[in-house]
């Protein structure tokens, strides 16, 4: 079955430590993204990365950190420099070009807990 | 930049009554439009889409969305709500253009028994 994985659902960490959330695809899709949620505010836009070895910054961006080294891998680093960074994390992929690639297709989601 | 505003970020009725859960864009060009579902702890599943083809769009689950260009609305239904429906829902918008995918902060439904 094709579709994203993200890993783990569950995740607590300590203030201070950074932390990687992992995001994986089988789609064969360029694009891919990384969202927070948090209640009453919808998703907001982290990185995002539309080919290998390349990333943009969302609207999002500080505390965090991205690397695209594989076409179906894209890990999201929290690092200690987030504010708060206890949210729940969706990652997302899309083709790479044309109209179908305005469709995002996402992962289950990781919460993430720093206490 | 583009926005999305979802009116009610909390909606309840009841089982088999009509669900109608509401989405306007800002865009002086019609956009490309999304409806999402989210079950709790759970990522997005598409809905449906409105790519500039029919404006009465059919989705998963029996929902439906009509894009109305004078209103700059694309507003959700469903003419009998299941309890299995109870969910978040987000609307999206996609521009032309460069401009990136833009969710509305989402409804919650809730299905009374």
């Known amino acids: 079955d094709g579709g994203i994985t993200q890993s783990p659902k569950y995740l607590f960490r300590k203030e201070g430590q950074n932390v990687t959330l992992s995001c994986e695809q089988n789609?064969?899709?360029?694009?891919m993204y990384w969202y927070r949620q948090d209640p009453g505010q919808g998703l907001r836009l982290i990185y995002y990365s539309q080919i290998v070895n390349d990333f943009q910054k969302g609207d999002i961006a500080e505390g965090y950190s991205v690397s695209r080294e594989k076409k179906e891998s894209f890990p999201l680093t929290v690092t200690s420099a987030q504010k708060n960074p206890t949210a729940f994390y969706l990652c997302?992929?899309?083709?790479?070009?044309?109209?179908?690639?305005?469709?995002?297709?996402f992962g289950p989601g990781t919460r993430l807990t720093v206490t | 930049a583009q926005s999305v505003t979802q009116l009610g970020s909390h909606v309840s009725v009841s089982e088999g009554a009509l669900v109608l859960l509401r989405c306007n864009y800002s865009?002086?060009?019609?956009?490309?439009l999304f409806w999402y579902v989210q079950y709790p702890n759970q990522g997005l599943q598409l809905l449906l889409k409105y790519t500039s083809a029919a404006t009465l769009v059919k989705g998963i689950n029996g929902f439906e969305a009509e894009f109305k260009k004078s209103e700059t609305s694309f507003h959700l239904t469903k003419p009998s709500a299941h309890m299995s429906d109870a969910a978040e829902y987000f609307c999206a918008v996609k521009p032309f253009g460069n401009e990136k995918l833009t969710f509305g902060t989402g409804t919650r439904l809730t299905i009374i028994p």
């Open positions: 789609l064969n899709h360029d694009a």
């Open positions: 997302a992929s899309s083709p790479g070009t044309g109209p179908s690639s305005y469709e995002q297709y």
């Open positions: 865009s002086s060009v019609p956009p490309y």
